[in-house]
């Protein structure tokens, strides 16, 4: 199928890939391949609600993507002796969720996540929060133009959802003030990546979370647009994201579920 999710087994250093809202696994495959080249066990799971259709996605809440992630995290762990998490956009705001709840992480990549919207979607953000007067009235916006991706082909081939369902909107809206007052609590090693020209995740969300979870290093991107893992400069995420991981993960071990020797 396309978009499905991937696991691809390496060593005992695990790397989870989350995708972001109404996306798919195809955000995270190219940087999972990447990091799978490194020698890393990756697995990119699909996120509640999504690769099945608007409805399901409607019918969500941010705890159940939360849940949902927890679970493959820990799936992963029991694989793998350690385990960093990459998260692109609403990928990255559950990263930072978990990296705030737990010390069980080697370390974390939140790739262009939101803190609050850019754009058009700042002022679907004021009218759709629960709050907001358009909230419950429109089921769907529609996404003009496709995907907030600059390179053509990767824009075509991104089989994210043709709409946003506004309920889950409003979810999303939700998590990212979580998240925001979460960063405080971060521990975990965290690299900040975002672009200039983001017109989904205001660039500034990125200041602000690098700032409030002293971020280990941060890097704004300059010709990319949001979804950074498949855009023009996605070589320059894959070596950021590997190289980083590589830096704060220990020496691997034998494959999962190998002996040495085997």
Known sequence: MEGAPFDFRGD???VLCIHGFTGTPFEMRYL????HER???????????HLTTLDD???????????????????LQARCRTVAIAGQSLGGLLALDLAARRRDLAAVASLAAPLWLAGLGRVAERL??????L???LPQLPKLGGSDVRDPRARRANPCYPAIPTRALAELIDFMDVVDRELPAIQTPLLVLHARQDHTAAVGS??????RARAARTRILEES???ITIDVERDTVAAEVGAFFAAHFSPPGPAPGLASGD
């Open 12 to 14: 005992d250093r695990g």
């Open 32 to 35: 999972g391949e990447r990091l």
């Open 39 to 49: 020698g890393f066990t990756v697995v990119g799971p699909a996120l509640p609600g």
């Open 57 to 75: 996605l409607d019918r969500t809440t941010w705890r159940d993507w939360s849940a949902g992630v927890e679970a493959e995290l820990d799936a």
């Open 128 to 133: 759709f929060h629960r709050r907001g007067v």
């Open 135 to 137: 909230h419950g009235r």
């Open 206 to 211: 990125a200041a602000r979370i690098a700032s």
């Open 225 to 227: 647009y949001h979804v």
